[in-house]
């Protein structure tokens, strides 16, 4: 597998996984509601890239690593990491929560300032639940490829050190 067609594996893999999963509670939270103003469930679409970014690497760090051990993906397609990615703690908590933070900052914030310039929208349920998918969806396939390329730091510690 080529480093290209692994990000795009994993972001589509991880959307529609997202998909389904935010798509499901949300109609199972909201199906009973004839009508759903926006600001009641702002909130819930605004966190859904700090949830993204969070689970993404909570669940997907140990894989992503294996993936990248040998680095012959990564020297096939020639990448070199920027040093920022380096940065990044190794413990997956707290890669976990450095990402979720930045996610919250460049990402949910300013979804949550947007959000409102829509007006007081009353929404049905459908459609709702159609604007947690549309978001979940986007931010999936944005910030999914953003931690894959991220961890393509690690697998040059994991050389070093020798372990995953």
């Given at each position: 597998?080529t480093f290209?067609?692994?990000?795009?594996?994993?972001a589509?893999?991880?959307?529609?996984?997202?998909?389904?999963?935010?798509?499901?509670?949300?109609?199972f939270?909201?199906?009973?509601?004839?009508?759903?103003?926006?600001s009641?469930?702002?909130?819930?679409?605004?966190?859904?890239?700090?949830?993204?970014?969070?689970?993404?690497?909570?669940?997907?760090?140990?894989?992503?690593?294996?993936?990248?051990?040998?680095?012959?993906?990564?020297?096939?397609?020639?990448?070199?990491?920027?040093?920022?990615?380096r940065k990044?703690?190794?413990?997956?908590?707290?890669r976990?929560t450095?990402?979720?933070?930045?996610?919250?900052?460049?990402?949910?914030?300013?979804l949550?300032?947007?959000l409102?310039?829509?007006?007081?929208g009353?929404?049905?349920?459908?459609?709702?639940v159609?604007?947690?998918?549309i978001?979940?969806?986007?931010?999936?396939?944005?910030?999914?490829?953003?931690?894959?390329?991220?961890?393509?730091?690690?697998s040059?510690?994991?050389l070093?050190?020798?372990?995953l």
């Amino acid at each position: 597998m080529t480093f290209r067609s692994y990000v795009i594996a994993n972001a589509i893999g991880v959307a529609l996984l997202n998909t389904a999963i935010n798509g499901g509670y949300t109609w199972f939270l909201w199906n009973d509601k004839t009508q759903l103003p926006l600001s009641a469930i702002g909130v819930d679409i605004a966190m859904t890239p700090i949830w993204v970014g969070l689970l993404s690497v909570l669940l997907g760090t140990y894989f992503i690593r294996k993936a990248f051990a040998d680095r012959t993906m990564l020297r096939k397609a020639r990448i070199k990491p920027p040093a920022v990615f380096r940065k990044l703690p190794r413990s997956i908590i707290m890669r976990a929560t450095v990402v979720a933070i930045l996610c919250a900052v460049v990402f949910a914030i300013p979804l949550s300032q947007l959000l409102p310039l829509f007006g007081d929208g009353i929404l049905t349920p459908t459609h709702a639940v159609g604007t947690k998918v549309i978001v979940t969806i986007a931010f999936s396939l944005l910030i999914v490829p953003l931690i894959v390329y991220a961890t393509t730091a690690d697998s040059e510690r994991m050389l070093i050190k020798g372990a995953l």
